[in-house]
């Protein structure tokens, strides 16, 4: 029975609950966190090798046959994410052990960052759409609650926005869910694509399929971003950590998923728009990264220059872009989270949140320091780090494809990356210190635990390239094939 | 009867995207319940409303009844935004007490803070 | 502020019972009629709500102590769990099963997994909503 599918939702949900019930001791929360968190990283790395033997594998709730049943797919694509979702998220809880401070861990923090995996995972994993907005909002509700703790001013005036915002988009997506109800009577995503490709894509579907586009662009952070640079810096720097490097990748990937499985039969309509959006995002993006002085804002707008980098590779459909995008996710996710978490230490360390107002930070921490600058290099692509290949990949597809405009603008804005983080690498780390030894605030050994590992997950992910190539080439080829998913879902 | 459910749909995203728009932390919060219940009766109309039994077992002829999903999903979506709305009150209520004001344009912030 | 309206006081003490009782109805008839875990659990939430009002706060603490948090995530823990039964079993997850069985005085009864879950449903929707409208209502 498949029902190993369900645990990397299922799980984290279980012991979430069962947090609730221990909120007095926080050590064991720790240790059950962390023990529940490793059972799921090996759950997925279990099943990402099942899939390369057995192929694609699924599981329907109750027993309810598709497309009638909700069911959970598991194909390479959303197990790769999975796996690496939960590897991040065990690493922030790292940094926020000896950083979050006991009140907010005794506020359910560990409950509500179990929730936020299980939405995270479940948004992965599902095979049905209305699934899919159940999960978003599993997530989001956990994301309410996280962007919250700890009650300081700017979070409450903040989160209200967050809140409002993604409201409206669930609105979107539901609005979205019942014209694509009434116009196919299904919702099972491979039931779905079967329908429209016997029946054509007609002009009314390719508009629904706009709402869609609406909904995952304000939750991904393409070009409607203008909420995220204010609501990932409000929170405390663990949990901007974790929104940072998963809550834009599932509206990423839904994306991916959802024009790659469902409305590819018109591409000169939305892939052209994915495309012209994901340009202007990288314009807006790489203009954001050098305007702000407070680093907070530049990191948040390095994350919405990924976003537009990543849809790059779906505006341009070809087995190497859409490689290149998924190894680029891989990337991004954990260079994402290293980066919000070195920002928010530098904050931390100095008290200070504006770059100039800091400065020699790598004469009092000198690995501190060059981690920085490995996540920099990384972020501008430079082999053997995890950047490089997703980039190189991506850039191959845009030329096979011929979208010169994309490909220049993808490689313009890495120049922006690495400027508007050299900017901060020359100003706070180099030049007179501003920290004198005796006042010095030691690095915790949990911080130099996390960071080290994430730096080592991206050499990892860059030099061991090679390794993940199979998995890589697998995901892409079901991306590119639908047939292969829905011969999965429906026979 | 379709097309009175849609422009009831209609009236109701009138009315709610005035109160979303509107400066009160309160109105924007009863503008997304109003939102939610016209989404609510957008599935339900999308669903087809048609004449017929219950879609529960029982003894009556069970050749005619109505589709049983939209209802599914609407009951799912109620909950959902039954638990958000409550939450969003509570956060509304606690932004009301530490920042002093529920109006949307004082809470703009400062850049540096 | 104490509020000492007799009228409600009385209706309540007997209508309190009534609404208990149509909620306990509702969660059986859940099956194969109109009702189920989430409307019952809400009826329910409903009398304690009413009890909330009629008598101040305090007496309502000292009369039903429990942390309303508490019974959400046993409800949560409840209803996740038949989930996991699937697991011992080996079915896919969350099916469910039913049969019938001969209970003395009842009769014949049929039983089915799916009371857990609803079971659970209901205990989530009482704690939850009583801790948000205490939540909101508290420091009034």
């Not at chain 3, 007496?59 to 769990?81: Q, S």
């Not at chain 3, 609803?118 to 009583?130: D, K, L, P, R, T």
Request: hydrophobic share 55%; charged share 10%; proline share 3%.
């Amino acid at each position: 029975m498949n029902n190993i599918i369900v645990l990397p939702m299922a799980l984290p949900i279980m012991l979430g609950i069962i947090l609730i019930f221990l909120r007095p001791y926080i050590k064991t929360q720790r240790v059950i966190t962390v023990l529940g968190l490793l059972a799921t990283i090996g759950t997925s790395m279990y099943m990402l090798h099942w899939i390369q033997t057995d192929g694609i594998i699924r599981l329907d709730f109750g027993g309810w046959e598709p497309p009638f049943g909700i069911l959970f797919v598991a194909d390479s694509f959303a197990v790769i994410l999975v796996t690496v979702a939960s590897i991040v998220t065990l690493i922030c809880l790292i940094y926020a052990f000896s950083s979050i401070g006991e009140k907010i861990e005794n506020m359910y923090f560990y409950s509500f960052v179990n929730f936020l995996l299980a939405g995270v995972n479940g948004s992965f994993l599902t095979g049905d759409i209305f699934n899919l907005y159940v999960n978003f909002e599993i997530m989001l509700l956990a994301s309410y609650v996280l962007i919250v703790l700890g009650g300081k001013r700017m979070q409450l005036r903040e989160s209200l926005k967050y809140v409002v915002i993604n409201i409206i988009s669930s609105w979107f997506f539901l609005v979205a869910i019942a014209y694509l109800y009434a116009q196919l009577g299904t919702l099972n995503m491979a039931h779905i694509s079967v329908l429209i490709s016997e029946s054509g894509q007609t002009p009314l579907l390719t508009v629904t399929s706009l709402v869609f586009l609406i909904v995952f662009a304000l939750k991904s952070g393409l070009l409607l971003y203008f909420w995220l640079p204010g609501s990932y810096s409000a929170p405390p720097t663990a949990i901007a950590a974790l929104f940072g490097g998963l809550l834009t990748k599932v509206g990423i990937y839904v994306m991916i998923r959802v024009f790659t499985l469902i409305f590819y039969h018109e591409p000169q309509i939305t892939h052209t728009i994915i495309g012209i959006l994901a340009g202007l995002t990288l314009v807006m993006g790489s203009i954001g990264a050098i305007a702000y002085k407070d680093i907070r804002q530049i990191v948040a707008y390095n994350v919405i220059i990924a976003v537009g980098f990543i849809l790059v590779g779906l505006a341009v459909m070809t087995q190497e872009a859409l490689e290149g995008a998924v190894y680029y996710l891989m990337h991004d996710m954990v260079a994402k989270s290293l980066l919000f978490l070195l920002a928010g230490t530098m904050i931390t360390v100095t008290g200070e949140k504006r770059l100039d107002n800091m400065s020699g930070l790598i004469r009092n921490y000198p690995a501190f320091g060059w981690m920085f600058f490995i996540v920099m290099l990384s972020l501008a692509g430079v082999p053997p780090l995890s950047g490089f290949i997703g980039k190189v990949l991506v850039g191959q597809g845009a030329i096979e494809a011929g979208s010169y405009v994309l490909l220049a603008l993808a490689f313009i804005s890495s120049i922006f990356v690495l400027y508007s983080l050299l900017r901060i690498f020359l100003n706070s780390f180099w030049g007179e210190t501003i920290i004198s030894f005796d006042d010095e605030v030691p690095m915790k050994r949990g911080w130099i635990v996390s960071f080290g590992l994430l730096t080592a997950l991206m050499f990892t992910f860059g030099i061991g390239a090679e390794y993940f190539a199979p998995y890589v080439a697998d995901a892409a080829n079901t991306l590119l094939n639908p047939q292969i998913y829905i011969d999965a879902v429906l026979e | 009867m379709e097309t009175l459910m849609i422009i009831l749909t209609g009236v109701l995203v009138t009315i709610a995207t005035y109160l979303v728009l509107s400066k009160s932390v309160i109105r924007v919060i009863l503008g997304t319940a109003v939102y939610s219940h016209a989404a609510h009766l957008l599935i339900i109309t999308m669903g087809g409303l048609k004449t017929g039994n219950v879609p529960i077992l029982g003894d009556e002829d069970i050749s005619t009844f109505v589709d049983p999903l939209p209802q599914a999903l609407i009951l799912t979506s109620i909950v959902i935004s039954f638990a958000v709305t409550a939450l969003v009150l509570v956060l509304a209520y606690r932004a009301y007490q530490t920042l002093g004001t529920d109006n949307m344009e004082e809470l703009r912030g400062s850049k540096y803070e | 502020m104490k509020i000492n309206n007799v009228i409600l006081r009385t209706v309540t003490k007997i209508s309190v019972f009534i609404i208990l009782t149509l909620a306990v109805y509702l969660f059986f008839a859940g099956h194969n009629s109109p009702g189920g875990g989430f409307i019952a659990g809400l009826v329910l939430a409903a009398a304690f709500v009413l009890l909330f009002l009629v008598y101040d706060m305090d007496t309502i603490r000292k009369g039903i102590p429990i942390d309303f948090k508490k019974i959400a995530a046993f409800g949560a823990f409840l209803a996740v769990g038949t989930g996991f039964g699937a697991f011992v079993f080996d079915v896919p997850f969350l099916t469910q099963s039913f049969d019938y069985f001969e209970v003395p005085f009842f009769g014949e009864v049929e039983l089915s997994t799916v009371t857990i879950f609803e079971a659970g449903v209901s205990f989530a929707v009482v704690g939850v909503v009583i801790t948000i409208i205490l939540s909101i209502s508290e420091d009034v």
